[in-house]
């Protein structure tokens, strides 16, 4: 009977002690990152399909003209309202003056409207008194005619300065319904003449601030196209300012990690700029309204019958803390790698139709230009009359004034002696 040799036997109850150790190490990491993945990594969705994007405030004239300055070269930084693109104002002033002028000469033409009413309305009622009197001689010859003691040709004359009368009251009051109808309800400033003048004014004066081109925000140059004595014309790109500290981050995932995806859900991101000892954190802002292919340059053709199956992105936006941006500024196109906390807000809509002011920008560099050119429209017309005029009432032009004797003259007949005169 043979017997095992005690070395070989304890080599052999060696090893599988360490086999059994090496299995349990195996076993209790395997346990460990099951654990993990369970609580941990499967909420995570990553990727490193992700850019840093942002705003390209393209800088553009308004007008036609020549350049005579530039204020800022590419990747310089400008402030909020500093001048970048100076042009040629020579024109543009010329066109104020001119401006300028006919608004005076018009608040002043527009006032001699006024004046001239006042001045018909005068005229209409010493045509009135006038055919007042002559009514009032017409009644006293009348009642003498009878008696013999006025001849029926002063009679005669006497009803045709009643008629004359009459003709002239009326000429003088359609006089004046036509100069009141052009000042009717209006005052000076309302007038329609003014106000024509006073927006040609406006215009020219905001052509003239135009001259000068400002930056709308603070950020870095980019892309200086314009050139001194170049003529440019309206939309011509001349620069871009670029807001560093208005990023956001573009992360294409796969379609399969959008599934519990849903906006606010926390996203830590690392930039290839500063490596892995940098970490941002930000939001899910919103997702794309289509795959990356769907609103690309040239679309993909799925129905040429030589189809394959491709895995689609589709761009998610990703909020960044402003805070961290500028410790550690970021520039457009830096590529990032997203990592996006799923676990919570798994109940809340995919895709919320829910109107969002977060991104919205605005700048207040031109808006003073309104207000002074208002200012100065009312300089001019302030300037160029004495008084403000009171608005004509809808009563102040009769139709026909009825006089006195009106009555009198419209029922008493003529005699036969001044049917036939001396």
Known sequence: MSTQNPKVASNRQRRWRWLGALGAVVLTAGAVYGTYWAQVLRYRQSTNDAYVGGNVVQITPQISATVVGIGADDTQF??????????????????????????????????????????LAAAAQMRRTELAAAQSDFVRRRQLAVTGAVSGEELQHADDAVKTGQAQLTAAEQQLAANRARVDGTT??????????????RNAYLTLERTELAAPVAGFIARRNVQLGERVSPGTPLMAVVPLDQVWVDANFKEPQLAHMRTGQPVKLTADLYGGHVVYHGTVAGFGAGTGAAFSLLPAQNATGNWIKIVQRVPVRVALDPREIATHPLQIGLSMKVEVDVKGK??????????????????????????????????????????PPAAPTAHAVPARAMLPTDHLVANMPLPATARQPH
């Open 188 to 201: 000076l400033e309302d007038h329609p003449l003014v106000r024509d003048a006073a927006a040609a004014v």
């Open 346 to 387: 798994a109940d809340a809509a995919r895709l919320p139709q829910v109107a969002s002011t977060q991104g919205s920008w605005m700048t207040a560099v031109s808006g003073e230009s309104e207000s002074q050119a208002e200012a100065r429209v009312q300089a001019i017309i302030a300037a160029n009359q004495s008084a």
């Open 78 to 119: 400008v402030k909020a309202g500093q001048p970048l693109v100076r042009l040629d104002p020579a024109d543009a002033r010329v066109a104020l003056d001119q401006a300028e002028a006919q608004l005076a000469r018009t608040v002043r033409d527009v006032r001699n409207l006024y004046a001239t009413s006042s001045q």
